[in-house]
Antibody, heavy 119, light 109 residues
């Protein structure tokens, strides 16, 4: 069965860095675009970033451009989110999500990893 | 990159139907048939309920249906059941990004 397992969350001070990982299994990783979606405590969902199946197309929400970098290694079925210059408003549960095959929706979600930015 | 607009809350009694709206613009909801809906129970990851406006993934009860008119999409839950109580989020493709609605808390009275 499809599984997405995030790791790397934790407590970090403002302006510091953190790298999140997402290990995919149970599907052909290189056939799906992947996204990161976050949810601040008690708030709604916010799309963060997209990387195409081949890694050639990458997009970010405006608030993280220049600070976050999404990447993937299809040989390892792994997705990453490098987060630099973290701000308190980046505090959230970060979900790794799979995009449907040649589609535009999120058909599988990981369990999420909590990132807390606090001094 | 403004969020889509959803009512913060909705409610209905068991067996009733309830509709949740999701309003965007011609650059997102109105411009593409790529609206999807997600159900989220407390402390859990979201679950896909509807994709491409009105399609249901395998395993989602046919009590859940979706539609769209102009810049507004809707999720209708018919024959409400206690387990339908959750937060619901709409999402739309918007060119180089994706947007979510602010979420609607559905209460089964």
């Amino acid at each position: 069965q499809v599984q997405l397992v995030e790791s790397g969350g934790g407590v970090v001070q403002p302006e510091k860095s953190l790298r999140l990982s997402c290990a995919g299994s149970g599907f052909t990783f290189n056939k799906h675009a992947m996204h990161w979606v976050r949810q601040a405590p008690g708030k709604g969902l916010e799309w963060v970033a997209l990387i195409s199946d081949d890694g050639k197309r990458i997009y970010y929400t405006d608030s993280v451009k220049g600070r976050f970098t999404i990447s993937r290694d299809n040989s390892k079925s792994t997705l990453w989110l490098q987060m630099n210059g973290l701000r308190t408003e980046d505090t959230a549960v970060y979900y790794c999500t799979r995009e449907g095959f040649r589609a535009v929706f999120f058909d599988y979600w990981g369990q999420g990893t909590l990132v807390t930015v606090s001094s | 990159q403004s969020a889509l607009t959803q009512p913060p809350s909705a409610s209905g009694s068991p067996g009733q139907s309830v509709a949740i709206s999701c309003t965007g613009t011609s650059s997102d909801v109105g411009g593409y048939n790529y609206v999807s809906w997600y159900q989220q129970h407390p402390g859990k990851a979201p679950k896909l309920m509807i994709y491409e406006v009105s399609k249901r993934p395998s395993g989602v009860p046919d009590r859940f249906s979706g539609s769209k008119s102009g810049n507004t999409a809707s999720l209708t839950v018919s024959g409400l059941q206690a387990e339908d109580e959750a937060d619901y989020y709409c999402s739309s493709y918007a060119g180089s990004n994706n947007l979510f609605g602010g979420g609607t808390k559905l209460t089964v009275l």
